[in-house]
């Protein structure tokens, strides 16, 4: 195989930490306001440090703004806690109690897409739909996003999105939301997503 360009080549000399998925979901009341009432950071991983599993960071009006984190492996959740801290500093607090839970999906890029999440706190389900095409997000390692980490990822941005805690949903609405200049949304399926350094 040749190179794609002069002097580049098509392997990426960096190492792999984690690959997976990490899906979001942002939401507003006012779309004016830099206020976001829900943060949700969906992480689904095949290869990290601390193993596979699967993990939701949760901050929203539909607990009364109190932060949660919900795990099926503590190792995992803990490493990935590094890279939360460059997404969302809230979410990166290891002394954080971790809710176990156990976790499934549903639906297609197509739409609706549910993630489900059961626990002790009840089932909460977060929903995508009326989604966009799927784009490539590409920030090499040794950049001034996410500094000395580089991630890859399939980005399907969507026009609506719902949060649901047992039986109590979120307010607000998804808004625009550009990716490394390319328009967007606040919230995305974010699949085949590798992290490297």
């Known amino acids: 195989m040749s190179d794609t360009a002069p ?67 503590e190792d995992m959740v803990r490493w990935l806690q590094e890279l939360e801290a460059i997404l969302n500093p809230p979410f ?37 739909t009326d989604i966009g095409t799927p784009y490539m997000l590409r920030i090499p390692a040794g950049n001034d996003v996410t500094g000395e980490w580089g991630v890859y990822s399939c980005l399907a941005p969507t026009r609506a999105a719902t949060l649901d805690v047992a039986g109590r949903k979120a307010a607000g609405t998804p808004f625009a939301n550009e990716m490394a200049g390319h328009p967007s949304s606040s919230c995305c399926l974010a699949w085949s997503e590798t992290w490297v350094k």
């Not at 954080?96 to 389900?125: C, H, K, L, W």
Request: proline share 6%.
């Open 92 to 128: 990166a607090d290891k002394t954080m109690a971790i809710r176990p839970a156990t976790f499934s999906s549903e639906g297609t890029v197509a739409g609706p897409y549910r993630e489900i999440v059961e626990s002790d706190d009840g089932i909460i389900t977060m929903e995508w």
């Open 7 to 73: 002097g580049l080549s098509p392997v990426d000399p960096s190492t792999i930490y984690f690959t997976g998925e990490n899906s979001f979901l942002r939401l507003k009341t006012d779309l004016a306001s830099k206020k976001e009432t829900t943060v949700g950071a969906h992480w689904r991983a095949l290869i990290s440090p601390g193993g596979p599993g699967t993990a939701l960071f949760l901050r929203s009006d539909a607990i009364d703004g109190e932060v949660r984190l919900y795990a099926d492996n």
